[in-house]
């Protein structure tokens, strides 16, 4: 596989001194849909994750995460949608927004490019750390923040309850099912859900983080193996084939459209951490798999990027793409190269 440098271009384009616009026609934001913390949150994560950001990627990192201490309330929950009035059209609570933004504040607190950053991002953080969300998805983004954080503050008592809180919900018995992973058939259904629906791989990679901070050998098992099931039914003819955005049950027909870039960049991440963990070359593939799947080795084969303006094709078509490129996009494009470049280099 060779080297596809990210590009930031495309997230400066969407990005102005409030924050991260949400959608774009073509490549052109559209400034009527406002922004979300969401977006916010998953831009700021790429931006800590870059090894040597410009001057340029540092001040929007500043401009995002003063946009998440703006959306947390006092009591540690946070709104989600901005208008580009800068009115919040929602009230503050406890949704997957609040777990991205963990997540975000987690990663920044210790890769952030600077120090008054970092500890910004800290107080954020631990701001909103104590709050508990009962929708497993949300516990599992922030549960990647919580992992974050003991990577640069071992024994924070704040992320490592957040950690048990998140396991609990994530460990449901059915996952003990997935043993078998690795010769999983259609029929197979060992997800703990009845379908797969979004972010699908951040359940698997939160059980391996809560694995690895608590010290629980049985957790990260767990979300290997349930990363192994996942890999198998999302793979057809070598290449991902992913849940479109509908969601995906057991006796669905194959292939299935929209599907979503987020998608790409969820296996990434997670095959990214399993790979570090086990040193499972499968996860390896699954890494490579991600980044074609945005090259264009994909159900339709077609390119998800844009060479031209950096930016990511928001949905994969029967018989083409959706020419939008938003913010998620992008930011699953930029994260996907990212964790693509960084498996090659560790093999130079």
């Known amino acids: 596989m060779s080297r596809l440098e990210p590009s930031f271009e495309h997230l400066h384009r969407l990005s102005d001194d409030t924050g991260l616009l949400e959608h774009a026609r073509g490549a052109v934001p559209r400034r009527e849909c406002g922004y979300c913390l969401d977006d916010v949150s998953r831009g700021l994560v790429v931006i800590c994750r870059d090894p040597s ?48 933004s963990l997540w975000a504040s987690g990663t920044a607190a210790v890769r952030g490019p600077t120090a008054r950053l970092r500890e910004d991002a800290l107080t954020h953080f631990e701001s909103g750390a104590g709050c508990r969300a009962g929708a497993p998805r949300t516990m599992a983004f922030a549960a990647l923040g919580a992992a974050e954080i003991l990577t640069g503050h071992p024994g924070h008592d704040g992320a490592l309850d957040l950690l048990r809180s998140a396991a609990h919900l ?75 955005a509908g969601g995906l049950g057991p006796d669905d027909p194959r292939p299935g459209f929209d599907q979503q870039p987020i998608e790409a960049a969820g296996l990434a991440d997670a095959c990214g951490r399993a790979f570090d963990l086990t040193g499972d070359e499968r996860f390896a593939t699954g890494v490579t798999r991600a980044v074609a799947w945005f090259l264009g080795d994909n159900d339709s084969h077609t390119p998800m990027f844009d060479p031209g303006t950096g930016g990511g094709y928001d949905g994969l078509e029967p018989n083409g793409r959706n020419e939008n490129q938003g913010a998620e996009s992008t930011i699953a494009l930029i994260s996907t190269l990212q964790h693509g470049g960084l498996l090659i280099g560790n093999r130079q």
């Open 170 to 244: 994530l460990a449901r018995p059915s996952c003990a099912l997935v043993a078998d992973a690795g010769t999983a058939g259609p029929r197979d259904w060992l997800w703990p859900e009845p379908r797969l629906t979004y972010a699908n791989a951040v359940w698997a990679e939160a059980l391996m983080a809560a694995g690895w901070g608590l010290h629980d050998d049985r957790l990260t098992a767990e979300g290997v193996r349930l990363l192994e099931w996942l890999l198998t039914i999302q793979t057809a003819g070598g290449r991902l084939s992913l849940s479109p």
């Open 53 to 100: 950001p410009s001057a340029a990627l540092v001040s929007l990192a500043e401009r995002y995460l003063a946009f998440a201490n703006h959306a947390q309330a006092p009591d540690g929950s946070c709104h989600n949608r901005l208008g580009y009035d800068r009115r919040w059209t929602d009230e503050p609570s406890l949704g997957d927004w609040w777990g991205r």
